[in-house]
């Protein structure tokens, strides 16, 4: 907040943590409980409080603090002058029950902390009746502030790695297989889920009869997935072998491959 | 009286900032949950096997219908034929499932027979998946719409969306 802005504000009346009423007019702190005479402030003290707690939560610089308190009501403006008047303002909110609320920031300046601030701008709200005070999140410390920054450095990395694991790893594994050849205008493609097939072992003239006995037609474009267990191993008498051909036709470009039919065979050969 | 308030624009900026982290991790968590889901298609299935001396021939039509966390239902519908007899097959399987290292681990919880299904011969019924029976399968895309089921014996169908 600026000099201009301060100056622009009408002079106002605080309740300061539901504990002390400010009177910025009257320059006096008084004990919303304790039965005790108000404490009369002095003009350079009321100038400063007033600073500060219209900067509640903020950081004052001491140069900003040193120009709107001293140098533009022609005072001589000094470091040490200022020092003692921020500790004349903490003794005096100690007497009233508020230990810490003006905050020494070192090497930045000076932060007003009231966890509630009201201000209160109608004159039949000036009894010395406790206003009920309206919660205000009160301001983390500087240490609260870099857990806080902590954990939203973590929750969002964490979010940028799911959602990246989300977005780019493959709903399900893609089909692993070889092509071993055309019969007529079927393109034949072992497959690999479980073992590489042999190439040696593939007999294509075999599964050319395979097509023909399930009466699958080559004369269009079509895939066929084929698997067979002889193409495992060159033991033609294994037990239980298997063999297993996919008929897809060509389907349009969007969709390459079209419904499928299935044929399964196994012989129970010993 | 008026009471005005003071709102920390920090603390705003921090949950607003909270809130979208949130929202996307739980979004994305959402996703990969969806990812390994059994899919949703169907299948025409023609198989031969001999037992002993006997020949089955099975025509099948399968629709997998995913229903609820980690459980689908397996439609089975067609006939199976041992020699010259043939039986109506028409029976709904209810199956959950785990996955894990790329592998789903699947288990029947209910065989229900319908009316028409026709097949009392315990050797046919082995032919087909029975309650309380464990699947160990792998599910590999082929297309856009079609995915392959294969157990760790052999491939079983190329299904479709």
Request: aromatic residues 10%.
């Amino acid at each position: 907040m600026g000099v201009n802005q301060f100056i622009a504000q009408g002079i106002m009346r605080y309740i300061i943590n539901n504990n002390i009423k400010y009177h910025e007019d009257r320059s006096e702190l008084i004990s919303l409980y304790d039965d005790i005479p108000p404490i009369v402030l002095t003009a350079t003290l009321n100038r400063l409080l007033s600073a500060l707690v219209r900067n509640n939560n903020l950081v004052l610089s001491r140069e900003t603090l040193l120009m709107q308190v001293w140098e533009v009501h022609g005072q001589v403006a000094s470091g040490n002058n200022l020092n003692n008047t921020i500790s004349m303002l903490r003794k005096m909110f100690a007497s009233l029950g508020e230990e810490e609320i003006i905050v020494t920031l070192p090497r930045q300046g000076f932060m007003f902390c009231a966890k509630q601030l009201n201000t209160i701008d109608d004159e039949s709200s000036l009894d010395d009746k406790p206003v009920p005070a309206i919660a205000v999140q009160p301001p983390p410390s500087k240490r609260g502030w870099l857990k806080r920054k902590i954990l939203l450095a973590v929750l969002s990395v964490v979010a940028v790695l799911t959602l990246a694991w989300a977005m780019f790893s493959p709903e399900h594994a893609s089909i692993t297989y070889k092509s071993i050849g055309v019969v007529d205008k079927c393109d034949i493609r072992a497959i690999g889920t479980y073992h590489l097939v042999k190439q040696a072992y593939v007999n294509l003239p075999g599964i050319a009869a395979d097509i023909k006995r399930f009466g699958l037609d080559c004369s269009l474009p079509a895939t066929i997935y084929y698997y067979s267990s002889s193409t495992l191993h060159n033991n033609r008498d294994i037990y239980n072998s298997v063999s297993f051909v996919a008929y897809c036709p060509a389907g349009l470009k969007k969709n390459p491959v079209s419904e499928c039919e299935n044929f399964y065979e196994t012989k129970d050969v010993h | 009286m008026k009471l005005k308030t003071y709102i920390n624009i920090q603390s705003v900026f921090f949950i607003l900032v909270l809130l979208i982290a949130l929202s996307i991790t739980l979004f994305s968590t959402y996703r990969l949950a969806m990812k390994n889901r059994v899919p949703e298609c169907k299948a025409i299935k023609t198989s031969f096997t001999m037992v002993g001396s006997r020949r089955f021939e099975k025509v099948l039509l399968i629709s997998i219908v995913p229903v609820g966390w980690h459980k689908f239902n397996v439609l089975l519908n067609g006939n199976i034929s041992d020699g010259d007899k043939k039986y109506a097959i028409s029976r709904m399987m209810v199956a959950d499932y785990t996955f894990r290292d790329g592998y789903y681990y699947i288990k029947i919880l209910e065989n229900i027979r319908h009316a028409r299904d026709s097949t009392a011969d315990a050797e046919l019924n082995r032919q087909l998946p029975a309650k309380n029976r464990v699947y160990l399968m792998r599910i590999e895309k082929v297309s856009d719409n079609s995915y392959i089921f294969a157990d760790n014996h052999a491939p079983l169908f190329v299904c479709s969306k």
